[in-house]
């Protein structure tokens, strides 16, 4: 199709006609390479041995999934995929329905008026780094060190305050109006709530809970500093393929492409109901 | 079916901003209300605390007899319909249309019945399997209207449901709600900025303005006798005339023009002789033939330009040496150049006389 109409449009504005559509893309590939050559890069070297994967310029080498099995059988990699899976799943099972409540809470009573709204957004502009130590501190004494509970409660620091702020939207404006036709039909707030709000603004929630998932799951610097070995997670883990010995390029592409899957898998759906969620405005 | 009272009722914002001050109505079981005045007037802020969409800041307000001030929205028994519908996009139609229903636990084969009594009533019938993104404009509105229908609340209230559609549908709608009414009698509070839906559908009128209201009363009576400048400028299109002019006890000037007073005006006007007033002449008070109305005085009009309705065509026109527009009525073959001049006889019996400081309506005998 689009073939076709660059053909049919060069041949009606000839030269000046191609050179205009022809540069853009041009310019797109090259900078869709620049975004997609690590990423390949990484892919080939998970598929090659430790000493083809520094070669430059690449060489093809022994081609196989030797590095796979390696960071199962040398590397706890399993463990670390656990731990983050059930860190991310548990701070985004726990941050969303508060978040939503919470968004709520802003949207329809202006609770805690702007003032609670910047504090909400503040603790977001903080460096994560200056959180990390006072939590240490608190975990140190509450027992939560090394536990993957104590990273979960770490994660909701991050993920409550965004996840709250993205669905404010979702609560403002039409959804209002549908929550008062379902108040007068004889709903009390918690039902209009639950049957009219919450369903209307599913795809903004289920895109606010892909997106914790995804914070939780490529968190690096609170896991790292509060995990114990039994905890931790796949970033923490893969930092740890940095051996005193050199870094172990190959397995650790190997497991950074393992550890991507998830993410790539949640890409369109991601996708789908942001696009969805962002044009549910049109009620008329 | 039930009366709705509002007395001395006041809407209050936090900000200071009074909405609605000390408005008292009582509507009558069963009638057709209508709340009309132009936009930020405080009709829907009326209606919505009504509905208890809205918290009252001081007065009392009756449904059925029963205050209700601080009832829930959802125990008040009304239904209403909005300007944009509401309906509720993740249901289908039949589902938008039994969602009260189910949450009062109304028994399933009840439920299924009255949708469909209502959907065959609107014509919905084929539609019900429909999401409210799949239906046009007239579809959503009947659909909004149904779902206030189904539940047979005390009362139904409308706010501004039919501006949203073009004008052939809203006036076929404004057919069917008049019909609908009769057919149910039951209580409607109407909200409109649009003065041909209330004087077509209501049984009394009741006109609002900056929060307060300004009258109450049947269309005809609110069209005879307006209280004041802002009621005979607001209903009817053209609406009335109002030109500066000086009462005297036998006559009244406006500019050049000069208008003898009937015998009844005389007395009743009175013992307002020598000052300023404005002059309300009603567009359809104007005749070409001079025995159209048996007391009338000749008024010299230059024409400015005529609109060409089809019925009738509206003559814009100003009175002998005055910048004053007024529009007139005239019949359908009417025609008149620019700058001519044509003679109309003014049925003086419709003579309406206004304070000009106050703009309220100078007192008028009921009869002359």
Known sequence: MIENDHKSQGAAFGMRGIVKRVLPHIILCAFSLMILMPLLWILRVSFTDRLTAYKIPPEIGTVGLMNYVEIFQRYPFASWFLNSLIVALGATAIALPLATALAYAFARFNTGGTFLRLGVLASQMLPPIILVLPLFGMFLMAGLMHSRTGLVIAHLTISLPFLSWMLVSFFEGDVARLEEAARVDGATRWQAFRHIAVPVAAPGILAAGLLGFILSWNEFLFALVLSGPSSQTLPVGLAALETHAGVEIAPLAAATVVSLVPVFALLPFLRKHLIKGLSLGALK | ?368
């Open chain 2, 1 to 368: 079916m039930a009366s709705i009272s509002l007395s001395n009722i006041h809407k209050l914002y936090p900000n200071g901003y009074a909405a609605v001050r000390d408005v008292s109505l009582d509507i009558r079981d069963g009638e057709f209300m209508i709340l009309l005045g132009p936009s930020g007037c405080g009709k829907s802020t009326t209606l919505r605390m009504i509905a208890g969409l809205e918290t009252i800041s001081a007065g009392d307000l009756h449904i059925g007899g029963a205050r209700v001030n601080d009832v829930d929205p959802a125990d008040r028994d009304v239904a209403i319909v909005f300007q944009n519908y509401a309906l509720y996009p993740h249901m289908t139609v039949a589902d938008n249309l039994s969602f009260g229903l189910r949450l009062r636990n109304v028994e399933r084969r009840i439920i299924e019945g009255r949708v469909a009594t209502i959907a065959g009533m609107l014509g919905i019938g084929d539609l019900l399997a429909r999401k409210p993104a799949q239906l046009s404009g007239g579809q959503r509105q009947r659909v909004a209207l149904g779902r206030a229908l189904v539940r047979e609340p005390k009362a139904f209230l409308l706010d501004e449901p039919l501006s949203n559609l073009d004008a052939k549908l809203r006036a076929s709608m404004r057919t069917e709600l008049i019909k609908l009414h009769r057919t149910l009698g039951t209580t409607i509070v109407h909200v409109t900025h649009d003065q041909v839906e209330a004087m077509t559908m209501g049984e009394r009128i009741c006109i609002m303005k900056d929060g307060v209201i300004v009258q109450v009363g049947a269309p005809m009576e609110v069209y005879r006798n307006p209280v004041n400048t802002f009621v005979a400028g607001f209903l009817a299109s053209p609406p009335m005339n109002l030109l500066h002019g000086m009462l005297d006890s036998d006559r009244i000037s406006i500019g050049d023009v000069v208008l003898p007073l009937p015998q009844s005006l005389r007395r009743a006007f009175a013992s307002h002789a020598g000052r300023k007033v404005i002059v309300g002449l009603r567009p359809e008070d104007f005749h070409l033939k001079a025995d159209a109305a048996p007391v009338a005085a000749p008024i010299e009009v230059v024409s400015v330009t005529t609109e060409v309705l089809g019925p009738e065509v509206i003559l814009v026109g100003t009175l002998k040496n005055s910048s004053a527009e007024l529009h007139i009525r005239c019949p359908r073959d009417f025609r008149s150049e620019p700058g001519a001049m044509t003679v109309f006889n003014y049925d003086l019996s419709q003579l309406q006389l206004f304070d000009i400081e106050t703009t309220t309506a100078l007192m008028r005998p009921v009869k002359i």
